[in-house]
């Protein structure tokens, strides 16, 4: 009986270490909460609807498969396998309303009502993001392979943060003071 105990606790144990780390974008949950929210214009029948989906256990079982598989996928291989290409996302931001299309290697971004766009794209070769405007484009960050990242600032200087919540505040002290020297 302990051996079958320790033995279940090790195994837990273990499989806690592959997936560490390993938050994903819950594409596929995103996609069910997202639909059940569009299901009706009466709120009374999308809560039906959310009660019915808990009760067969959608939800839950599309949050399983996101954290088992899907979110491991896009993890190790920096490809969200629920993106489709073409999807278009409003995002509300503080100078209005942002159309975010997904493409095949990042994103394009188009200030609602404008048709100038602003792309962002991976760049595999160089694991890079870049911003692409027109026959402009410029690397913004790189990811390393040792935690951190660079990134690359306005004045032409390269600066690595840490991939964490102190690297996180440092690169916007950063960027903020760079968009505040630019005005």
Same mark, same amino acid.
């Given at each position: #009986?302990?051996?079958?105990?320790?033995?279940?606790?090790?195994?837990?144990?273990?499989?806690?270490?592959?997936?560490?780390?390993?938050?994903?974008?819950?594409?596929?949950?995103?996609? +069910?909460?997202?639909?059940?929210?569009?299901?009706? *214009?009466?709120?009374?029948?999308? *809560?039906? +609807?959310?009660?019915?989906?808990?009760?067969?256990?959608?939800?839950?079982?599309?949050?399983?498969?996101?954290?088992?598989?899907?979110?491991?996928?896009?993890?190790?291989?920096?490809?969200?396998? #629920? %993106?489709?290409?073409?999807?278009?996302?409003? +995002?509300?931001? *503080?100078?209005?309303?942002?159309?975010?299309?997904?493409?095949?290697?990042?994103?394009?971004?188009?200030?609602?009502? *404008?048709?100038?766009?602003?792309?962002?794209?991976?760049?595999?070769?160089?694991?890079?993001?870049?911003?692409?405007?027109?026959?402009?484009?410029?690397?913004?960050?790189?990811?390393?392979?040792?935690?951190?990242?660079?990134?690359?600032?306005?004045?032409?200087?390269?600066?690595?943060?840490?991939?964490? %919540?102190?690297? #996180?505040?440092? %690169?916007?002290?950063?960027?903020?003071?760079? #968009?505040?020297?630019?005005?």
């Amino acid at each position: #009986m302990k051996r079958s105990k320790l033995t279940l606790v090790a195994t837990l144990l273990s499989v806690s270490l592959i997936f560490t780390s390993c938050v994903g974008s819950f594409g596929l949950f995103n996609r +069910v909460s997202s639909w059940n929210q569009s299901v009706s *214009e009466n709120k009374f029948v999308n *809560e039906l +609807v959310f009660l019915a989906l808990h009760i067969v256990p959608v939800y839950e079982v599309s949050y399983l498969v996101d954290a088992l598989v899907i979110n491991s996928i896009e993890f190790w291989s920096g490809t969200n396998p #629920m %993106a489709n290409v073409g999807d278009v996302k409003k +995002v509300k931001g *503080e100078n209005g309303n942002y159309l975010v299309t997904t493409l095949e290697n990042g994103y394009s971004i188009t200030k609602e009502g *404008e048709t100038a766009s602003m792309n962002l794209i991976y760049d595999k070769d160089a694991n890079t993001w870049n911003v692409v405007s027109g026959d402009y484009s410029t690397p913004i960050t790189r990811v390393n392979d040792d935690g951190t990242a660079d990134l690359f600032l306005q004045d032409g200087q390269t600066q690595s943060v840490s991939l964490d %919540a102190r690297g #996180m505040l440092a %690169a916007r002290q950063l960027t903020s003071g760079a #968009m505040l020297a630019a005005r």
